[in-house]
C-alpha cells in the first residue's frame, strides 16, 4: 500500500520529536557530581501554621528545593540539592514530630532540644514507651529564648517568687512545657508549690492581663512580636532566668545555653539573662547518607543565606560568619546522622576520627 508523502512526513517527525524527548530525559548530568534528577520528595515535620516551627520548616524547605528543570547552579546564586522537593508539614509539635520520625512517618522534623533529650530517655511526655533512640541529627538551626513573663502586679522578680502563683508553664507536648519543667524543678518548685496551667501563650496572655493569671513561660523568637506588644502596654516584666541553679542546665553538651536579651529590644525591659532553647532538625537513623549529606551542604551554602536569613526569624542558624556550623553542634541530644557528620567533617568542624560521634 502507498503511504502519502504528508503522513511520512508526520511520522518522521514524531520520531524526531520522540527521538529528542528521550534525550531530554536521559541527558546526563549537568556536573560528575550530579545523578540525572529525579523527583525526591523530602517532608519536614513543624509545628501550627503561623509558628516559629512552621516557619523555620519552610525557610528551610526552600533552602534545600531543587526541582527537576531548575537551572543548573550558578555562583552567588540560590541552590537546593538536585531534584529534591521539601515540603514543610504541619503537626502538633515537637512530641508529635519525634514519634513521627521514629516511626517513619515523617522524613525528617524539627524538635526542641530538651524535648528530644526526654525522648531518648523515656521521660515525661514520653514515659511508658520505649526510649527513642533511632533518631539522628542534622543540625541545631533555630535558637529560641525562654521567656518567663510576669505580671507587674504579680510581685514576682526571680523564679523563687513563683512560690505559690499561677503560672502557665504550656500547652502538654510544646516546646515551651519541656522546658519550662526542668528550671522549675532545679529550683525546687513543682505541683505542691506553684499552681500549674497549661494554657497557649495566647490564653495565658489574656488571663494574666485580666488578672487570672500571674506568669506564664514561652520558649519563642529573640526578638518575639507577642513579647514586644505586651512590652509596649508596659503591664509585664520579664523575668531572669539564671543563677546557680540554671548552671546545670547550661553545661557543656546541656540542652540549654546561656542567652541575654538586650535592653533594646522590649520597651520598659531592661538587658535580661535568660535560656537559649536550640531547634533541632532530626531524621531517622535510616535516612539515606548521600541524601543528608547534600542536605547539610545546602543548609550551610553561603549563597542560600538569603533564603534562610531575615529580620522574622533572625535565630535561624544563629552565629556570625564562619561560626554557624559550630554553633549547629553545640548542643545536640542524639548523634549526628552519618550524612551529617561528613560534611561537618570536610567543613574542619568535627575531627575525623570522632566524625560519627555527637561532641
Known sequence: MRIPARNLAISAGAIVVAALALLFYLRPPASLEEAPETVTFFQIGTGSPGDEYFAVGERLAAAISRP???????????????????????SPGPVANVRAVSAGNYDSALVAAPVLDLATRAETPFRGEKP????????????????????????VTSIADLEGKRVSVGTPGSGTREAAL????????????????????????DL???????????????????IASLADRGSIVIVPITGDEVGQLTLPGANFQPLEIPDDMYRFVPATKTLGVSMIWVVNETADADLVYRIANALFYESNRVLLSGPALPGL????????EGLAIASLPVPLHE??????REAGVLPPEDGDKTP
Open 182 to 205: 526542668p528550671v522549675l524543678a532545679v529550683h525546687g518548685l513543682g505541683r505542691r508549690t506553684v499552681t500549674f496551667f497549661d494554657y497557649d501563650a495566647a490564653t495565658a496572655t
Open 132 to 155: 527513642i533512640r533511632n533518631l539522628r541529627a542534622i543540625a541545631g538551626v533555630y535558637r529560641e529564648a525562654l521567656y518567663l513573663i510576669a505580671s507587674r502586679n504579680a510581685d
Open 68 to 90: 527537576p528543570g531548575t537551572p543548573r547552579c550558578e555562583r552567588g546564586l540560590p541552590c537546593g540539592v538536585a531534584g529534591l522537593v521539601a515540603v514543610a508539614k504541619s
Open 317 to 324: 542558624l544563629p552565629g556570625e560568619e564562619g561560626e554557624e
Open 339 to 344: 550524612g551529617a557528620a561528613r560534611y561537618y
Open 208 to 226: 494574666m492581663l485580666r488578672g487570672q493569671l500571674d506568669a506564664f513561660f514561652l520558649v519563642d523568637a529573640l526578638p518575639s512580636a507577642e
